[in-house]
């Protein structure tokens, strides 16, 4: 009977029967260690830094979007914006808020631990469910959390005109 491979013998393509062992194969001993094992330091944490590559990237801004029967509420934080660094555009069917968070300390990466927070001009559009009365709606901002709302068209309520004879 042929001898065959490790390879053979893993993949399964030789019968059970077939197997050959070597017996002449010295067993390795676990190898008992002469002094007892040293536990290592903990290894400090290398500071993790969070960099944007590019200046021009524009950061996104988280939303919350709901309704109440009259209006759709737009809830978004906006802490270390001033006022005149917002813009507010809408339209029927859509918002649009833009705006820029300046940092105010100049550090060197060198000197951060961690940097997580967002630097720089955001944006974000949001498509509304249903047309709002743009010419009634109201923003505000009060610490640091921007609201909008926005009253909804009433497509069912109907007026009466008066024709005039001239």
Same mark, same amino acid.
């Given at each position: 009977?042929?001898?065959?491979? %490790?390879?053979?013998?893993?993949?399964?393509?030789?019968?059970? *029967?077939?197997?050959? &062992?070597?017996?002449?194969?010295?067993? +390795?001993?676990?190898?008992?260690?002469?002094? #007892?094992?040293?536990?290592?330091?903990?290894? #400090?944490?290398?500071?993790?830094?969070?960099?944007?590559?590019?200046?021009?990237?524009?950061?996104?801004?988280?939303?919350?979007? &709901?309704?109440?029967?009259?209006? @759709? !509420?737009? +809830?978004?934080?906006?802490?270390?914006? +001033?006022?005149?660094?917002?813009?507010?555009?809408?339209?029927?069917?859509?918002?649009? @808020?833009?705006?820029?968070?300046?940092?105010?300390?100049?550090?060197?990466?060198?000197?951060?631990?961690?940097?997580?927070?967002?630097?720089?001009?955001?944006?974000?559009? %949001?498509?509304? #469910?249903?047309? %709002?009365?743009?010419?009634?709606?109201?923003?505000?901002?009060? *610490?640091?959390?921007?609201?909008? @709302?926005?009253?909804?068209?009433?497509?069912? +309520?109907?007026?009466?005109?008066? !024709?005039?004879?001239?």
């Amino acid at each position: 009977m042929k001898k065959r491979s %490790i390879f053979d013998r893993l993949a399964g393509t030789v019968p059970l *029967d077939d197997y050959e &062992y070597d017996d002449d194969v010295p067993v +390795r001993q676990p190898v008992r260690a002469a002094q #007892p094992v040293r536990q290592q330091a903990p290894v #400090p944490q290398q500071p993790v830094q969070h960099h944007l590559v590019e200046e021009e990237t524009e950061g996104q801004l988280p939303v919350d979007v &709901y309704q109440t029967p009259n209006e @759709i !509420v737009i +809830r978004t934080f906006v802490a270390g914006v +001033r006022a005149d660094d917002l813009n507010v555009s809408i339209s029927r069917d859509m918002v649009v @808020i833009e705006g820029s968070r300046d940092e105010r300390d100049q550090l060197p990466d060198s000197d951060y631990f961690t940097r997580e927070l967002f630097w720089g001009s955001f944006s974000r559009t %949001i498509l509304l #469910p249903q047309e %709002i009365d743009v010419d009634m709606a109201s923003a505000g901002a009060k *610490d640091g959390l921007l609201s909008i @709302i926005l009253p909804k068209l009433d497509k069912t +309520r109907q007026t009466k005109l008066k !024709v005039k004879s001239a």
